[in-house]
């Protein structure tokens, strides 16, 4: 049994669950309650699951914390560390609201929580929301991490499709609101998945649901690329990331398989993915001869025009030679002196 501790012990119930993971990064929890606490809609319950991390910086936050989200906060203290999966769970149990998210060091617009409420409420029929998403990059100068550039997630994509996100996970936890109902539904996140756990809850809503969309930048997913330790992000290890995305993949194929499905359809697809495969290394080839003729037939015109215009160059540097040879001879200089005692001035040049 794990001995997690709750505190308080009395939250209160709230339409929204907002879930922090945290672990040893206290700079980055203050910050993220005091982001909170900037939202415009204000009926939440703050879930901080601090993963088996030190206890004392955890509660020195909170205490530090404006007066509104210390009522508004649980803290679960979990002595074991069973992986980011799990802590989202952990928070999500000791909650009770209509709606959840997942927050952790992130960033919201102020009125995330109420346009996305405000659609779900508007749209009984969807189950989960997701905002446009912007990366913010982020590096450390002089103990503060600060911002340094941003960059739009999928925003050109007018909505969030099951076929999108099989590709590749178009959504990440920071933009989305859902229905806890969906828990209920779907199941609860992957503990078994270090990574991609969201990525893996996505699909199995998407598989079933429409996902709704609130088109307007109302959050930010915080990337720090030269950060290690505590601070760094789990996207930052791209071989983890493609490990357990291959581990989703094969899951659920043999999902498919197990309630009677065939390899048919999986061969035939990875038959196409290898033409397309040999297709474009063929037409690699190709432009890769197109562009070695090209380069060829320019450097064939660059040294006519080169030869050309040494040629000119040459013609040119002849008749200089010629004329100083000209004016350099003594019988000239003589004829000019001449004419000029003589005649009053020089002779006609030729």
Known sequence: MQSDQVSPPDHPSARVAVVVRTKDRPQFLGRALANIDQQTFTDYHVVVVNDAGDPEPVDAVLAQAPAGIQRRTTVLHRSTSTGMEAAANAGLLASDSEFCCIHDDDLWEPEFLARTVGFLDAHPETEMVVVRIQIRFEEEVEGTFVETGRKDFWTHLPTITIQELVWVNRMVPIGVLYRRRLHEEVGLYNEAL?????????LRVAARHPIGIVDERLALWCQRPSASGASANSINAPLMHAKYDMEVRAAAIRDEISRGGSLGPYLFGAFLAAELVEHGERARAEM??????????????????FDQLTGDLHSRMDELERYVANRTNPLYLVKRGFAMIFRGGPPPEK
């Open 194 to 202: 270090p990574v991609v756990g969201d990525w893996d809850f996505n």
């Open 288 to 305: 890769a001869r197109h562009f070695d003729d090209l380069r060829q037939d320019i450097t064939r015109q660059i040294d006519a025009r």
